[in-house]
């Protein structure tokens, strides 16, 4: 509440306002509730953050990521070889599509 009452002291002084310590308090007291309120009142408490929304999307990627192991088809060259009689032949692997790990 210290905050509050400097603030509206030197508003009022600066406005050359005369308010006694009792008057300071009760506008203080007002910027106080209404500063605690601010959120609710103008609905920014509701409307989601862009910023921590794209950190929560990042962070599910990143877990994604973590949680992959190397591919067990083509034990993480994200090829896959197929060897005949008279030829091979080289394709993307099916399982990682060419990344080279997969999802457990």
């Not at 949680?67 to 090829?79: A, H, L, V």
């Not at 009689?85 to 080289?90: E, L």
Request: hydrophobic content about 30%; some cysteine; glycine content about 8%.
């Amino acid at each position: 509440m210290d905050y509050w009452k400097n603030c509206i002291a030197e508003a009022f002084e600066d406005a050359e306002i005369q308010a006694t310590d009792e008057q300071i308090n009760i506008v203080a007291s007002w910027a106080e509730g209404a500063h605690d309120n601010y959120g609710m009142a103008t609905g920014s408490d509701c409307i989601p953050n862009p910023l921590k929304l794209e950190n929560d999307r990042l962070q599910k990627e990143i877990k994604e990521e973590q949680d992959k192991i190397i591919c067990p088809e083509c034990k993480g060259s994200g090829e896959w070889v197929s060897h005949g009689p008279y030829h091979s032949a080289t394709s993307q692997c099916s399982r990682c599509r060419g990344e080279g790990r997969c999802v457990r």
